[in-house]
């Protein structure tokens, strides 16, 4: 089942972490292979994701009547196994299957043999809801390594959630219901024929210590952020293109065919730059904030008291209360300051204790809330489709979600990207890095405790876990309260720095 050793001593070995870290960038793959205990840990959420990733997998494996599970994170032991299992005839699914094929180790959630023992059936687990070209890669990836060790692969399939389940608040999943199966066979068959392609490259990548002197780019950001974004972002020139807004893997490369490796090389006159890069040149030039006319035409229409709200959303991988549904994200907190006319400031807040569906209490305090003020000031616009979910799922507070949906907020992070721009967002337009560049202030308040978004989330995780003592509890609620006051308090910053400029 394997290759000989004298074959696989020619090969780094790869699996697929490495393969997936080749395919987005060289100098990930190069330090993970040669230094992986350079790979930062992952925060809270990550690891919530990966354990939610596992437990899907194993609510996969019981959708299988008969199934035999390949145990032990040796690799050789296990492929052995896996070959002692396939060579049997119980016909029975085998799960973690251990494969390997010129130094490259897969294991695959699910194999299913057939009556020719040569000939197999392959499901991929994702915790997913859509089918995504990774995804597919992955598979690509697994049938090559089979099928070179002597296998068919009859059929390829993806397990993944699927978004229109509704939950019914019950412990259990039905199987058969929560998965969608899509059968991925031609198009991982069709990415396969570049498998070795790609293999051979990495060997070449992996036995080049120059690996480590390329640049930053927007592979660090696609598919995913890259563990190492933050690092390599230390060791990058100042404004690499990497913090050029709307940049595109084409344009990239035409900046770099011409020699151009940061922003302020960029020529303004260059072809084909959109509004907002066009902007972040015009703030380069000045060295200071730059404010166009759409600012004042929205800053306008503005009606006082004015609410200035920061909401804060747990994405529920798997659903968790009645009538709700995979991947959902669901809002647990909203803080406010509403600002008078006068200049006076009052300050509104909401959280969820953790310990029941936090939907409806959200809902009708923040109806309540707004329902004295003009114009709401939200920091995006994603807190409308959790909306809408909700009153297609929650009938008792249905008009109160209509009344939230027909307040049109004002969105302030797309405001600022059409309208504004400050060389110190290092094409960032994210709240924190906003109002530092505006106002000169640090959010981040240097302490234990929460001090972003996936902080926020990991924390109100924990108050809904039954195990929290209910001091634990109030302690959390009480620092998301602080955390919240000081998002609704940067915003408010912010409207108020942008309204000093446009009045000038």
Request: one cysteine or more; charged letters at 30%.
């Amino acid at each position: 089942m394997t290759d000989s050793d004298n074959q696989v001593t020619q090969y780094h070995r790869l699996d697929k972490t490495l393969f997936a870290a080749g395919m987005q960038c060289a100098k990930r793959l190069y330090q993970e292979f040669h230094d992986p205990g350079s790979i930062p840990k992952p925060n809270e959420m990550r690891k919530s994701l990966a354990e939610i990733g596992q437990s899907l997998t194993e609510m996969a494996w019981d959708g299988f009547p008969r199934g035999e599970r390949i145990e032990g994170k040796d690799h050789a032991t296990a492929a052995t196994r896996t070959l002692e299992a396939l060579q049997g005839d119980s016909g029975a699914a085998i799960f973690d299957a251990a494969f390997t094929r010129n130094g490259v180790e897969i294991r695959c959630d699910v194999v299913l043999p057939s009556r020719d023992e040569k000939t197999i059936d392959i499901f991929e687990v994702k915790s997913g809801t859509k089918v995504k070209p990774r995804h597919v890669m992955d598979v690509a990836l697994q049938m090559w390594v089979i099928e070179g060790a002597g296998y068919t692969v009859r059929s390829a399939s993806l397990l993944h959630l699927d978004a229109e389940f509704r939950h019914d608040g019950s412990k259990d999943f039905p199987v058969h219901e929560i998965f969608k199966n899509a059968d991925v066979t031609k198009k991982a068959r069709k990415r396969k024929r570049r498998i070795e392609d790609y293999i051979d490259n990495f060997q070449i990548i992996l036995d080049d210590e120059t690996t480590l002197e390329l640049p930053t780019g927007t592979w660090c950001l696609n598919p995913i952020p890259c563990c190492y974004a933050a690092q390599c972002r230390k060791l990058a020139p100042e404004n690499p293109l990497l913090e050029f807004p709307d940049l595109t893997p084409g344009q990239e490369s035409e900046l770099h065919q011409l020699g151009i490796e940061t922003i302020d090389q960029i020529d303004p006159e260059t072809e084909k730059l959109t509004d907002v890069q066009k902007r972040v040149l015009k703030s380069f030039a000045a060295n200071d904030l730059v404010v166009e006319e759409l600012l004042a035409e929205e800053f306008d229409t503005i009606v006082y008291p004015l609410c200035v709200v920061s909401t804060q959303l747990a994405l529920h991988v798997l659903p968790r209360f009645e009538h709700s549904r995979p991947w959902q994200h669901v809002p647990f907190q909203w803080s406010a300051r509403i600002l008078q006319e006068n200049g006076d400031v009052e300050y509104r807040s909401f959280v969820s204790d953790g310990t029941e569906d936090p939907r409806q209490a959200f809902v009708k305090s923040f109806a309540q809330c707004i329902d004295d003020v003009g114009t709401v000031v939200t920091w995006s616009r994603r807190l409308e489709p959790s909306l809408r979910q909700i009153m297609e799922d929650l009938r008792p507070v249905k008009e109160e979600v209509r009344s939230l949906l027909q307040m049109d907020p004002l969105a302030l992070d797309v405001l600022i990207k059409n309208a504004t721009y400050h060389p110190k967002q290092k094409g960032s337009f994210d709240l924190r890095d906003v109002h530092t560049a505006l106002t000169g202030n640090d959010l981040s308040t240097g302490k234990a405790g929460i001090d972003n978004e996936e902080d926020a989330r990991a924390a109100f995780e924990k108050m809904q876990n039954t195990r929290t003592r209910s001091t634990t509890r109030a302690k959390l609620k009480k620092d998301l309260g602080e955390y919240g006051s000081r998002q609704s308090q940067a915003m408010l910053e912010i409207v108020q720095k942008l309204q000093v400029n446009d009045d000038c």
